[in-house]
């Protein structure tokens, strides 16, 4: 089956600012869901409410 479109053969290269918001912003996503989940099991502790580990 043939492809109904053509495959694109250039890309753009992302500039230097880029790629620094890029990686700004991954740091900032991952420290959020960092402290969504600590933000959970210091609710989940408090509550007393911990599954049981073994």
Request: charged share 30%.
């Amino acid at each position: 089956m043939k492809e109904y479109r053509d495959k694109p053969t250039k890309f753009a290269e992302p500039t230097e600012a880029e790629v620094k918001a890029r990686t700004k912003r991954n740091i900032a996503l991952a420290a959020g869901l960092l402290l969504f989940v600590i933000l959970v099991f210091v609710t989940m502790v408090s509550r007393g409410e911990l599954p049981n580990a073994v």
